[in-house]
């Protein structure tokens, strides 16, 4: 009996393979997965290339904490279609357009999570269910990939690609991947249940996933006070909503403190701290300015543990809690905001997108690589149909 319904399917596909960590990639031809129960497979019309691509996969050796086991396919974020589905699909259709969530939890343990093409998890269950070859380890530089039913989130074509004479959004199919970078934020300031109309402090706002957060959090309806160093782009972020107060911190916290307050009272704090950030100052400075019953969510990866101002988080009775991606729920929480238009992707949020053919993947990773600020946003497009 066949386990699929599907549109022709063709044999083989290309695919970018990362076979050892600090070598060149491969561009393979491989057989095209099938739509086993439980499954799906998607062609994929665009797959985001991130900034940190070029030193993670071809400059630097395996990082042993935060990696996936080679080979696999790269590519973590994308957009495409149903190409076959498993018998057990219930609602999605062939040819329906979907956006494709790398966060894969296991069907018998949702805490066993990887990251698929980056992360196979800390556990050894994790480990399991990214060891499998041919499955949830790989990502999505290539023609065709097979995703977990509950990992393919359906999208309203019409609005989100027709023209804005017709009533849709306008927006390139290569700015739809970005969502999954806005799926973190949106998991971190749901987690914190920031309000329309709450004033949030994110530090930094400038990097790729802060960057996206602001753009969230604004379309939530707060105001931020978006903390960085990166003039060009704290302007960038600015300009895209008047609700975008941004702040460069001096280090002295109590000035620091006058600069986070001066806008009125702060309701909540988003930390971003990059494993490059040694001493993140600011986290003190954000404890002292957010209100009495304040919260704060941390989502960065400092390396290290450092110290918080604890008197004042028990005295303010600040709520804080750490963020770790998201759930499917928050997931199809952001589609509506950006259906309903008010998360703005691609040009109409003030980044700037370039589209690469799969074969041009070495290009898209060195664009990719000139600028890790939030705004640009490279992705590959296997087809353009
Ligand atoms: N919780 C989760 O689920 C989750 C998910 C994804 C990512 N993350 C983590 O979130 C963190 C931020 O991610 P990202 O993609 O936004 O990072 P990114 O693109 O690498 O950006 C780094 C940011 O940190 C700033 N920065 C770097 N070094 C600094 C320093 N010494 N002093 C002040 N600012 C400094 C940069 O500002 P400049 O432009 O001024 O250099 C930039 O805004 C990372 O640790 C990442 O691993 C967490």
Redesign the pocket.
Known sequence: MATTSSSALPPTTRAVVCREYGKPLSFDTLQTPTAEPGSAVVKILAAIVD??EKERLLLKERNVH?SQQPPFIPGNCAVGRIAALGKDATSLKLGQLVLLDPFTRGRDDPNAQIIRAVFEGPSPSAKALSHQEGLWRDGFWTEYARSPLENCFPLDEKVLLGSVEQGGLGYGIGSIPYLM?HA?AY??LRAIDLKAGETIIIS??????????VQVATAMGARVIAV???AE?LKLLAESNPRVHPVHLTGNVGQDVGLLTQFGTVDAFMD???????N?L?MKACVLAVKQYGKGV?????HGDFSLPYGLVIGKNITIR?????EGEDVRGLIKLTERGLLKLGESSGARVLDYTLDQYNEAISKAAES???GLQVAIRPFTE
């Open positions: 900034p940190s935060f970078k973190v998991g971190g930094p706002a400038t990097g790729n996933h802060s960057g996206a957060a960085g160093r990166n782009t971003f701290t990059p494993s490059s950030m040694q993140p600011h941390l989502m960065g990866f400092p750490g963020q770790y991606m998201y890790q600020a939030w």
